[in-house]
Every structure is written in structure tokens, then in C-alpha cells.
């Protein structure tokens, strides 16, 4: 004889179920209803009488603590389980039928509602699991998508980073090639076309003339190549720190936009790491840039706050100001890098920047370095 193949799984199963606290509590409960429709098998108890509880049956009551173990078995294993309930229940309650003397409507339509009430409570719970399950799995996906979109978020702030890094490094090596190559190359050009110049008494007026302008336009290239290495990485950052490389910075820009730059010193200056000193200084360099560019005012503001927790970089003007959009990065999009690289340059160094402006009022950055992070080396 072949053994359906569900009855095999369920043999396999019945030891767990029968290890299981749930499974007695349901085979209790129908174990109460049992005893509840059929009291004449119990010996010594005195059946209740009609309308003997809260104007039920005996044989009511009885056929609602069936919903016990409907309820429970739904509840606990599930649709499948709470289905052979409802047949249970059916087949405990169909034999009281035939011992009852007389079957009224009462009885019938009790049994049937207790069938219906079981399946809507079975079809609820189920509706029920499955929504909760649905909504589990939207969740657990919700949670990957983030996950991924955190980690992407991640690699692209390292990426960002390490662009930082290699662009400051580039031009930290082409500054010192335009110095030490370049600018060497020039002086010693000039220097030779100026003995030779002043050697040169043989020369025409018209070739000392030529040499003459000459020699005048390599200086102007020595001087604009100096220039465009300071601008690149000024040296004065290097070897003498942020202070007095924003005081040749706001001389710089003010004579480029013909602009006065105020820059004032509050609290007992002192030094930060290299990167430290290198993001404000960039900070400031981008933002008294875009005074001169954008803001329309021939007025900025640049203050150093040194307090004992903390060091405070505020650059302001009075110019025409801008509606700052929600996120300073969606500016990149639209090709405007000043105010998105300064904000991840900021986050580099573990700094807090604040950008404030309105229409007509002007512009206000500030750059907060908490003095814990940045302790100076
Ligand atoms: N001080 C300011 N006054 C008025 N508007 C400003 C000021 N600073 C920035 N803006 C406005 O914010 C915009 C974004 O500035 P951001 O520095 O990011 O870009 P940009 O200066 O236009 O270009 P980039 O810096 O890439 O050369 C500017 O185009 C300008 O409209
Ligand atoms: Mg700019």
C-alpha cells in the first residue's frame, strides 16, 4: 500500500508537533468544548441547564468555546491548521445533533455561524500574516536598497576624497616645478641677457633696444609664472602657516578685484595640521573668489576666531547675495564646483561648514574646526 506523500511529511513532523506547547493548548481547548457538548460522559456532573449562563444554552456555549481552538490554531500554525480546526469543531459539534430530542433552528443556525465565524477568522488572520509578510519583505528590501545605497554613498566620498588629495598633490608638484625649474630657468635668462646687454657697446641702438624688450618680457614672465605657482599652492601656507597665508591671499585678491579686503584676528592664533590649514585656506581663497566674481561689492570680510574648543573661519560680504539651493552638491550638476568643493573639503577634516545668503543681503561662509580633531602637530 502506497502512503500519500503529505501524510509521510506530516509523520515526520508529528514528533516536533507534539513537542510543541501551542499544539496541547489547542488539543486543551478542544478537549474543554468536547467535554462542554457531551457532559453526560463525564461521570458526576450535572449538566447545565437551558438558559443557565448569560441567557445561552448549554449547547450554545459549547459551540462558541469551539472557537477557542479555531481561533488559537489560525493564529499560532497558520491557515492550514485553523482550516482542520473548523472540521474539527464540525465534527464534534454533528453528533450532539442526533442525541439532541428535538433540533430547532437555533441549533442549526448556531452551527453553521460557529463554520462561517471560524473560516472569516481564518481568512482574516491569513490576509492578516500575509500583509505583515509583504510588509516585511518591502522592509528587508528597503533596508538592502539603503544599505547599498550607503556603501555607494561611502565609496563615492572616498573617491572624492582621494580626487582632493591627488589634485592637491598635483598641484603641489607643479607649484614647485614652475618655482625651482621654470622660475630659475627665467632668472638666469635675464641675468644673462642683462650682462650682455650692458656688455654689448658694439650692439646697435636699435638691438639694445630689441634686447631691451626682450629681457622686459622675460621678467613679466618670471613674475607671472611666480604668480601662477602661488596661485597653484602659495609656499607661504608651507612654511608659515594659515595666518599669514591668508594676509598674502586677501592683498593678493584685493588688488586682482580691486576690492578691501578687512581681515581681523580674534583669540591667541596657533597652527593646525597641514590638510587643516590647507581646506580653510582653500575656503577662503574660493569664497573671497566668488565675492569678486558674483557679490558686486567692493567690501569682504575675513575673520580667524581662536577660542580654547574650537576655531572659527568667517568670510562675508554685503553684495548682492543668492537663494543658496537645498543641497550645496546638486551645484556641481550644473558645472559650479566652488561651494560643492568646499563642502566636501570640509568634511575631510571632520569641519562643519555653513553657507548663508539672501537676495540683496550678501554672503556669509563659515567654517567651524573643532579644535579635538585637529590638534596642531
Ligand atoms: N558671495 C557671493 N555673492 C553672490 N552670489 C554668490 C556668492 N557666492 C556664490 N554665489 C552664487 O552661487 C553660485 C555657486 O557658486 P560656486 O562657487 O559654486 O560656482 P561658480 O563660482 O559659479 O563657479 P566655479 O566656482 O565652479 O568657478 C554662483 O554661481 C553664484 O550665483
Ligand atoms: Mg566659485
New binding site residues.
Given amino acids: 500500500m502506497r502512503v500519500p506523500k503529505s501524510t509521510l511529511a506530516a509523520l515526520r513532523r508529528s514528533p516536533k508537533l507534539l513537542l510543541n506547547i501551542h499544539f496541547w493548548v489547542v488539543m486543551a481547548l478542544f478537549g474543554g468544548g468536547i467535554l462542554l457538548h457531551y457532559p453526560q460522559i463525564i461521570p458526576f456532573i450535572e449538566p447545565l441547564e437551558p438558559d443557565s449562563f448569560l441567557f445561552l444554552t448549554r449547547h450554545s456555549i459549547g459551540r462558541l468555546v469551539l472557537l477557542l481552538p479555531i481561533t488559537y490554531a489560525a493564529l499560532v500554525f497558520g491557515l492550514r491548521a485553523g482550516l482542520a480546526s473548523v472540521t474539527a469543531a464540525v465534527l464534534i459539534m454533528l453528533p450532539n445533533l442526533f442525541l439532541l430530542t428535538q433540533i430547532t433552528n437555533d441549533d442549526v443556525i448556531e452551527m453553521a455561524g460557529i463554520v462561517v465565524i471560524g473560516l472569516v477568522v481564518n481568512l482574516w488572520l491569513e490576509s492578516y500574516w500575509t500583509d505583515k509578510k509583504h510588509r516585511q519583505q518591502a522592509y528587508a528590501r528597503l533596508e538592502t536598497a539603503q544599505r547599498e545605497l550607503q556603501r555607494m554613498q561611502q565609496n563615492l566620498r572616498f573617491y572624492l576624497k582621494q580626487i582632493t588629495i591627488a589634485q592637491e598633490e598635483e598641484r603641489r608638484r607643479i607649484a614647485q616645478e614652475l618655482h625651482d625649474d621654470t622660475a630659475q630657468d627665467l632668472v638666469v635668462m635675464s641675468r644673462k641677457l642683462d650682462s650682455f646687454i650692458s656688455r654689448g657697446s658694439d650692439l646697435s641702438p636699435d638691438d639694445i633696444n630689441y634686447l631691451e624688450d626682450l629681457h622686459h618680457l622675460i621678467n613679466r614672465t618670471l613674475s607671472e609664472v611666480r604668480r601662477f605657482s602661488q596661485d597653484l599652492r602659495p609656499s607661504v601656507l608651507d612654511d608659515l602657516g594659515l595666518l599669514p597665508a591668508l594676509e598674502w591671499l586677501t592683498s593678493e585678491l584685493s588688488k586682482h578685484f580691486n576690492m578691501d579686503i578687512e581681515i581681523k584676528v580674534q583669540g591667541a592664533a596657533r597652527r593646525f595640521p597641514e590638510e587643516t590649514e590647507l581646506v580653510m585656506f582653500r575656503i577662503a581663497q ?1 569664497s573671497l573668489r ?2 569678486g ?3 558686486k561689492s567692493k567690501k569682504a570680510w575675513v575673520t580667524l576666531n581662536f577660542s580654547p574648543d574650537k576655531t572659527v573661519l568667517t568670510i562675508k ?1 554685503k ?4 537663494k543658496p539651493p537645498e543641497r550645496i552638491g546638486d ?1 556641481a550638476a550644473l ?6 568643493g568646499m563642502q566636501e573639503r570640509v568634511q575631510l577634516i571632520g569641519g562643519q561648514l555653513k553657507i548663508t ?1 539672501h537676495p540683496g543681503k550678501g ?1 556669509t561662509v563659515i567654517v567651524t574646526v573643532m579644535d579635538s580633531d585637529n590638534i596642531s602637530q
Fill in positions: 574660493e566668488n565675492i566674481k558674483h557679490a560680504d553684495g548682492k547675495g543668492f551645484l558645472g559650479k564646483l566652488g561651494l560643492a545668503s554672503t
